[in-house]
């Protein structure tokens, strides 16, 4: 066989991340022996490695082509532009109405962005661990416990915002929540040795309005968890 042109429809959909790299070299070994190469996917980042060319469908036909660096980076059209954003952000938010037969559902969201930017399992592992840690076993804890001691309506609001970048930060949380005063070191020791598992950088904000902002830039890293994690007190 000796075919003009190789097609591939979703070769990395439903993949484990390891197979993923597979893929890539077989597809990057071909295009070395001087085949032509057509490839659809969702994996941004898998068709900005492999790729010389993108072709953005939208509206029935190719809406935007290009460069992989003009395509993901500098986009000229609107709709591309929406849709290169939306698939380098995810945010959700979490209300009292939101119980936990609901976190299985931002688990499954923070998956897919996580795929779809062809990020590895540690990145995803950590994401989800500073949603475990920070949202489910801080936040929402405290906001229950100044309900029941101070007997106000037990209401809140917290946004969880993940971004991604290939150029600069890396993969960045952001969560914005009401302020209150907790001691992390004293009440929440081991959230606070499984988010700096999770994080390279912390930053605290206060607002006008009453509510905090926390900036975490998510470790990249390799890391040895049995260094890292706390022992079970």
Do not use: W
Request: net charge negative; charged share 35%.
């Amino acid at each position: 066989m000796d075919p003009e042109i190789i097609l591939f429809d979703e070769p990395t959909s439903a993949l484990d991340p390891t197979m993923v790299g597979e893929v890539e070299k077989v597809i990057q070994s071909l295009c070395g022996k001087g085949y032509t190469i057509l490839l659809v996917t969702h994996d941004m980042k898998f068709a900005e490695k492999v790729s010389t060319r993108i072709l953005f469908l939208c509206d029935g036909g190719v809406y935007e082509d290009g460069t992989p660096d003009q395509i993901f980076h500098h986009p000229q059209k609107q709709k591309t532009i929406e849709f290169i954003n939306q698939s380098k952000e995810f945010e959700c938010v979490i209300t009292e109405e939101d119980g936990e037969d609901s976190f299985p559902e931002f688990y499954t969201k923070i998956d897919q962005f996580t795929f779809n930017n062809g990020l590895d399992e540690k990145i995803k592992e950590r994401v989800q661990g500073l949603f475990e840690e920070i949202v489910f076993q801080v936040l929402i804890p405290e906001h229950k416990k100044r309900t029941r001691d101070n007997g106000v309506e037990d209401k809140y609001e917290i946004r969880f915002h993940v971004s991604h970048s290939t150029r600069g930060e890396g993969t960045i949380v952001e969560i914005d929540a009401e302020k209150m005063d907790v001691d992390i070191d004293e009440e929440y020791l081991i959230q606070r040795r499984l988010i700096e598992y999770s994080a390279s950088d912390i930053r605290f904000e206060d607002k006008d309005n009453g509510m905090g902002k926390m900036t975490i830039k998510v470790r990249e890293d390799a890391v040895n968890r049995e260094k890292e994690e706390p022992a079970n007190p």
